[in-house]
């Protein structure tokens, strides 16, 4: 990871800054090794059974993970805490902000610099971005307008080489064990046109990604120097926070968190209907757009009166808002935890013209019940989900930032899908921008299965295949096919969404089929046991699953999700065998994908035989399935279900003169 940042700094077109400046850049880069205990260790780790890169033998040779898929006994994470304040007065669209940060070393490295990771700066001209963009997607980026490290007043050197991370000298080194205070005021504008954040009319922005934040530095990356560009999404820290938004009176925030001092907020009718939907199955209407613009909802009042919207997180990696004067305000609950009888808040935001979003309050408590009580089966961990409208498909800590659609269906669909984030990216502390397929291969594999609760297993397969699987399926295409554990900073396009989305889940769904439900669960469950709050790996996870199968998986592991295999299985021949046929089946395309074989008979009846990825354990080339039957076998095809196939002319057979 340095050679490249060392060689980007050399390799610089851009003019050479002096010599001074030159000196502090490499140096300030310089300490961007891999952590020293991974360094130490590199050369005599050993291997597991699936290919590990050598920053992850390092690892576990360190000790800081183990190869049973457990945290291991040396495992370390650093946290930080941010008080921040932000001043928002639409229709301004410059966000002013203040903040302390504490941030605590637990590596056992001495840090002598920090990266500072400034998201908003992908706005910038200049700034890396995976795909062209809009002139109202620009602005002038995050300006540091007063820096101080432990309380001692630093000038805030910029760092020409990247834009959505700096690296800080600090004045001293912060050893292993110690906490520096850093102390940041800054101000940018939000951009005009709404993405995952900005100005969504003139007077409801989305604010994310706004604060200056220190980068994640891990046991097996060292610090995270990945440009935000912004498709490959995040890495973060757990962190706590107490995080104020200043608006004018009559503004609604809201926000990830506990909203402290609600009372002091709201009038006393919305107060009321708010502290109900805590205890209440069905919608409320909070604040209606009426109400809202009538001045009847939030306290204060009179020209220049603003409100402090207050609110606090522990142990999330991060915060977003968004505000509004004018949206409609709904909320209700849902019971998550039956043993605990705890219920999680439902809201939602939106325009009064959005008709879906009158029914998201309800979709969100589905999508709730269905994640805590089937998949993962795991209880809603947070205290509420806001489903903000915007125009993004993204999620956010106890939030979505989501897109109205006339066909309501999409609007539960892609609902499902952001929430299920919660539990990946946000509660597993997934290292999206690298290995996006731990979180966006999860929410698509739950938003299927809630898909199959909501409509059925046929009507959802179609959905799913149109929507997740058909393009791989069917484009010829080197890109999409590189194995989905390809680090997602060197995919791109279709071979990014492929391997992050589609192609992963139909993967973990294959997995889910050779397992059986109940141990899939297990080993899900055990996984989100072990790491939820913590950093895993994709091996974290391919080694908890072999544990708590308890059966070598490396032969399915290695074959879904480290090659560039696609799927394309045919029938090779059908003979007579002993009490029924043998069928032989070729697997050209490489993929261990399960197979539905539909058997048709002489006297015309048909039977449909299911057949899991065991069936390539032993020979990953040529299956052999013998069919047991007394009648005479006149066809055989496949259906492939979500496990689409490439070709399937050579799916079929016919006997002769049938
Ligand atoms: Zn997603």
Redesign the pocket.
């Known amino acids: 990871m340095n050679k490249t940042i060392r060689s980007r700094v050399h390799r610089s077109s851009t003019p050479r800054p002096s010599t001074a400046a030159f000196a502090w850049a490499v140096a300030a880069v310089a300490f961007l090794a891999a952590p020293a205990a991974a360094r130490a260790q590199q050369a005599s780790a050993g291997s597991g059974p699936l290919y590990e890169p050598r920053n992850v033998k390092a690892a576990y040779a360190a000790g800081t993970r183990s190869r049973d898929g457990m945290p291991g006994p040396d495992y370390w994470e650093n946290h930080a805490s941010y008080r921040i304040t932000i001043d928002a007065s639409p229709p301004d669209r410059t966000i002013h902000g203040s903040e302390e940060v504490v941030y605590r070393n637990s590596s056992p490295d001495s840090l002598p610099a920090l990266i500072i990771k400034l998201l908003m700066n992908v706005h910038q001209p200049g700034a890396p971005r995976f795909r062209g963009v809009s002139k109202d997607f620009m602005t002038s980026g995050v300006h540091i307008d007063s820096f101080a490290v432990n309380g001692a007043a630093q000038e805030w050197k910029d760092f020409p080489y990247a834009f959505t991370w700096k690296p800080v000298k600090l004045p001293a080194a912060l050893m292993p064990g110690d906490s520096v205070r850093l102390h940041f005021t800054w101000h940018y504008d939000l951009a005009e046109r709404a993405s995952r954040e900005g100005v969504i009319d003139s007077t409801t922005y989305y604010i994310a990604y706004f604060y200056p934040r220190v980068a994640v530095y891990d046991d097996y990356e060292g610090w995270d120097t990945m440009e935000h560009t912004p498709s490959h999404e995040f890495y973060s820290d757990f962190n706590d926070y107490d995080v104020t938004v200043n608006v004018p009176a009559g503004y609604v925030v809201w926000g990830t968190g506990t909203l402290q001092d609600v009372d002091r907020l709201l009038q006393p009718g919305p107060l009321a209907r708010f502290k109900n939907s805590f205890t209440s199955d069905s919608t409320i209407h909070v604040a209606t757009r009426e109400q809202m613009l009538a001045g009847k909802v939030t306290t204060g009042g009179g020209a220049g009166a603003t409100n402090a919207w207050h609110f606090t997180a522990k142990y999330v990696p991060d915060m977003a808002f968004g505000l509004s004067n004018h949206y409609d305000w709904d909320a209700a609950s849902v019971l998550v935890d039956d043993a605990g009888g705890r219920r999680a808040s439902v809201q939602a935001a939106y325009n009064d013209t959005a008709s879906d979003f009158h029914h998201m309050v309800q979709f969100g408590r589905h999508s709730l019940d269905l994640l805590s009580h089937t998949w993962p089966g795991v209880p809603y961990p947070y205290e509420k989900t806001t489903e903000f409208q915007g125009g993004a498909g993204m ?1 956010y800590p106890m939030m979505a930032n989501d897109a109205a659609y006339k066909d309501s269906t999409m609007s539960r669909f892609v609902a499902e ?2 929430i299920a ?1 919660t539990y990946m990216p946000f509660y597993m502390g997934i290292d999206e921008t690298r290995y996006g397929f731990m ?2 291969g999860w ?2 594999t739950f938003e299927y299965l809630l898909g199959v609760e909501d409509m059925g297993k046929a009507r959802e397969t179609k959905f799913f295949d149109q929507f997740r699987v058909n393009r791989w399926a069917h484009d010829n295409s080197a890109a999409e096919d590189l194995a989905i554990t390809t680090p997602g900073d060197i995919l791109g396009g279709a071979a990014l969404g492929i391997n992050e989305y589609g192609k992963a889940a139909i993967g973990y769904l294959a997995m889910k089929d050779l397992l059986g439900d109940a141990t899939f669960k297990k080993c899900l469950q055990a996984y989100i046991a072990r790491w939820h709050g913590k950093h895993p790996s994709p091996w974290d996870f391919f080694y908890t699953f072999d544990d708590v199968a308890g059966r070598p998986l490396d032969w399915f592991w290695t074959n879904w999700f480290f090659s560039d295999h696609y799927i394309d299985l045919a029938v090779a021949d059908v003979d007579r065998a002993g009490d029924g046929y043998d069928l032989t089946l070729d697997n050209i395309g490489g993929m261990d994908a399960p197979v539905d074989l539909v058997l048709g008979f002489a006297d015309g009846s048909s039977k449909t035989v299911h057949e899991t990825p065991a069936i390539w354990e032993k020979d990953q080339k040529r299956a052999v399935v013998h069919v047991k039957t007394d009648g005479t076998l006149t066809s055989v095809g496949m259906d492939h279900q979500i496990w689409v196939d490439a070709d399937t002319s050579n799916d079929g057979w016919k006997a002769k003169g049938s």
């Open positions: 999620e899908h952001e984030h979180d966006e929410a698509t």
